[in-house]
Each structure stands twice: as structure tokens, then as C-alpha cells.
């Protein structure tokens, strides 16, 4: 039994590269995202956005791998987004300022092609690698910015010439359906409660 389990996984790494195809590539673009409100239950601090969304942008690498016309797309991109606010403290005049997220981001998206359109979905890890300024002097305020936490992407895509790909998304929370985390076998998955996004993106394929 052991020698045929050996077998079959012998062939099918022998055949899968055959009937695959791999591509990689880089890729950056820009993206919009709505901006966080904050609750504050202390009436003295107050903390409004100046504007509904936010613009930044990404770029990273992404490896696609086509196998019987499904394809899986395994990605790891860096992304800023800089939120501007309005904030006032107790009685003291009311102050501008910035807070920016640096991320590392990395979707693993499943997907297919529809005639010249490609459709995918899947989850996205986010790894923060800066710290925010806090907008009010509390420590429980950057208890708001978790290190790790995961969310979704799906979006749609084109190829062009084998070389240039172009790419669509909207990303966004898990939370509000699984609550705060879930738990797979014995790991445990902080999830976030990230604002809704909208990604482009072209890449270079090779």
C-alpha cells in the first residue's frame, strides 16, 4: 500500500508540471479605502475625518500557478494608506494630524478564467510593520491596531500579451461574520475589522 502512495505521488509530481502553468511577476497600483471612525466614549476628546476615504498605494509580488483552468495566486505586497483627522482634546484648539499604516499583506487567491476575464477570491493575512501615532494620549487607544490579522480580497483581472496583467479588487473584514477570530484545529486566527478597500493594480508577468 505504502509503495503505491509512493508511486501516485511520484507521478503526480512527475504529470502536474506538464499539465500546469507557472508565471511570476511583480505588480503596484493604488487603492482607496474608507476611513476608520473612532467611538470614543470620553465626551472631552473628539476625532472626525477630514474626508470619507483615503488614497495610498501597494506593490509586490505575486505567483500564479494554472493547473486544469483553475489557477491559485499566492501574493506578497507591501501597502501604505495615510488617514487625516481633525482632533481636539478637552478645551485645546483642535489639531491636524496623520496617522499611517504600513502593511504587509499577503491574499492567497483562488480563481478561473471567464472567456478573457479572470475571476478570483480569498483570504488576505495583513502584517503591520509601523506603528500608527495615536491620536489621543490613551494607552488603550493602540490597543486598536492588532499585528496580524486576516480579511478577504476578490476582485476580477485581464491578461494582455502573456506579459501585462491588470487587476480590480475589493477587500475587506471577516469580522462582522465570524466575530474577533476563529479557530482552525488547534490555531487561532485574530480576524480584523479592516475598512472596506478598492485595489488596482498592473503588473509585469515573466
Known amino acids: ?85 481633525d482632533v481636539s482634546v478637552g478645551s485645546n484648539p483642535a489639531e491636524a494630524l496623520k496617522q499611517k499604516f504600513n502593511k504587509l499583506e499577503v491574499p492567497v487567491l483562488v480563481g478561473f478564467n471567464l472567456g478573457p476575464i479572470r475571476l478570483n477570491a480569498g483570504p488576505a493575512a495583513a502584517v503591520l510593520i509601523n506603528s500608527p501615532k495615536a491620536l489621543i494620549d490613551d494607552p488603550s487607544f493602540t490597543d486598536l491596531y492588532r499585528n496580524a490579522t486576516f480579511g478577504y480580497e476578490a476582485g476580477v483581472g485581464f491578461d494582455l500579451f502573456k506579459k501585462l496583467t491588470f487587476d480590480l479588487r475589493y477587500g475587506g473584514s471577516l469580522s462582522k461574520k465570524f466575530g474577533d477570530s476563529v479557530t482552525i484545529g488547534s490555531q487561532t486566527f485574530n480576524l480584523d475589522d479592516r475598512e472596506p478597500s478598492f485595489m488596482v493594480s498592473v503588473g509585469l508577468m515573466f
Open 1 to 85: 500500500m505504502m509503495k503505491k502512495l509512493l508511486a501516485i505521488i511520484l507521478v503526480a509530481f512527475i504529470t502536474i508540471p506538464v499539465f500546469s502553468q507557472i508565471n511570476f511577476g511583480i505588480k503596484a497600483g493604488a487603492r482607496t479605502t474608507t476611513v476608520p471612525t473612532y467611538d470614543l466614549t470620553d465626551g472631552s476628546n473628539n476625532i472626525e475625518a477630514f474626508k470619507d476615504a483615503a488614497y495610498g498605494f501597494h506593490a509586490g509580488a505575486f505567483l500564479r500557478v494554472t493547473l486544469f483552468g483553475i489557477y491559485i495566486m499566492p501574493e506578497v505586497v507591501f501597502a501604505s494608506t495615510t488617514y487625516e483627522y
